[in-house]
Structure formats: C-alpha cells, structure tokens
C-alpha cells in the first residue's frame, strides 16, 4: 500500500524557516517524481514544486521560487521542503504527492504568523 | 502560462447527471494530459479521471472525463449522482514548455440535493 506521511509543520513567525519532510512507502521512491502542493485554508490546490527521480531537475512556482528548496533523499525514502524568507501568504496545509499525483499524504499545516 | 478556469460551483439532484468544465486559456488542451481530484471536507485530494478520460481502479464508471478541442476544455461528468459525491472537484494539466509546471484549476464545489 502507498503511503506519503508529511510532518514538520509547525507555527512560524514572518521571515522565519522550516523543513517540511514526506516519508514514503509502499513503492519504489527513486523511481517517481515527486511534488509538493498546497491549499490555503478555504482556499484551492496550489502547485509548489517537484523534484526528478534523481534530484537532478527541480521545478518551483513563481510565488517560492528563491525562497523554497525541494530535496529528497532516496536512501531514506523521503522528500523535504526547506522554505525559508516565509510569508504570511505561506500559511497553508502542505501535500507531498507521487508522480502523477496519484498518491497524496494528508498533508502538514504551516503557519505563518507574527 | 497559462490558466485552467472552473466555474466556483454547480448543484444537482441525486440521480441526476452534472457537467464541471475546465477551460483552458492559452494553448490547445489536447497537448498536455488533464486530471480531475475530487477533495471531500477535511480530506486529500484523490485522483478520479487521469490522462483527459481514465479512471483509476477503485473509481465507479460513473465518472467520466472527456476533451473538447473546440471550445479548448475539458470536462468531468458524473452521472447518477449520489450525496457523496459533494465535494470540490479540480483540474489539473501540465505545461512542458513554460513555467510553472504544474496548473491547477480554482475548483468546483459540487452540491448535491
């Protein structure tokens, strides 16, 4: 069975940083892309990054890009999201999802506030 | 870039048929694949049409997706609806020449009653 468990949110002040991570099982994790996405509260899906199967290519939506690293580490089955400079406009719960997203965690809420 | 535009949300009775369209703004929609995520309150997003019309194992036929080049959109049909399938419903498609990557539509709450 296919399982993404995200942990690492937390409540953070504006400016501040955090690693996300997403532990991985029921599949081969070096075979996948993997993505991150968030939904801010009563807000929709948004996209926020993915990662190649190796690490080499990495992708980020204009609103993180320069503040938020995607990695992952695939002797560990696992993928992170080190976000940093982060906003109010940051707070959100965020997924990790397999591929074609196919596969979701329940996702880890972030909260950036003051 | 481009978007994907859904209406904010439609409403039907059990047992009948709805439509939620998902328009795409620049570029033809038959060059990426779309998705379609059904997100019930308080849960994940999951996966019920991939690649414009399959439907994951799991997934009742009732659940259809299609493409249509003319009006550049895609749609999601479900039809005998039952009260479970009020949810939000969203779109999803890929741009492999642009950033960003990954598009997602602003999602349709479904109400059935």
């Known amino acids: 069975e296919v399982q993404l468990v995200e942990s690492g949110g937390v409540v953070v002040q504006p400016g501040g940083s955090l690693r996300l991570s997403c532990a991985a099982s029921g599949f081969t994790f070096d075979d996948y892309t993997m993505h991150w996405v968030r939904q801010a509260p009563g807000k929709g899906l948004e996209w926020v990054s993915l990662?190649?199967?190796?690490?080499?290519?990495?992708y980020y939506a204009d609103s993180v890009k320069g503040r938020f690293t995607i990695s992952r580490d695939n002797s560990k089955n696992s993928l992170y999201l080190q976000m940093n400079s982060l906003r109010t406009e940051d707070t959100a719960l965020y997924y990790c999802?397999?591929?074609?997203?196919?596969?979701w965690g329940q996702g880890t809420l972030v909260t950036v506030s003051s | 870039n481009f978007m994907l535009t859904q209406p904010h949300s439609v409403s039907e009775s059990p047992g009948k048929t709805v439509t939620i369209s998902c328009t795409r703004s620049s570029g033809s929609i038959a060059s990426n694949y779309v998705q379609w995520y059904q997100q019930r309150p308080g849960s994940a997003p999951t996966t019920v049409i991939y690649?414009?019309?399959?439907?994951p194992s799991g997934v009742p036929d009732r659940f259809s997706g299609s493409i249509d080049s003319s009006s550049n959109s895609a749609s999601l049909t479900i039809s005998g609806l039952k009260t479970e399938d009020e949810a939000d419903y969203y779109c999803?498609?890929?741009?492999?020449?642009?950033?960003?990557?990954?598009?997602f539509g602003g999602g349709t709450k479904l109400t059935v009653l």
């Open positions: 999803q498609s890929y741009d492999s020449s642009n950033h960003p990557y990954v598009v």
């Open positions: 990662i190649s199967w190796d690490g080499g290519s990495t």
């Open positions: 690649e414009d019309n399959q439907r």
């Open positions: 999802a397999k591929d074609m997203m196919d596969y």
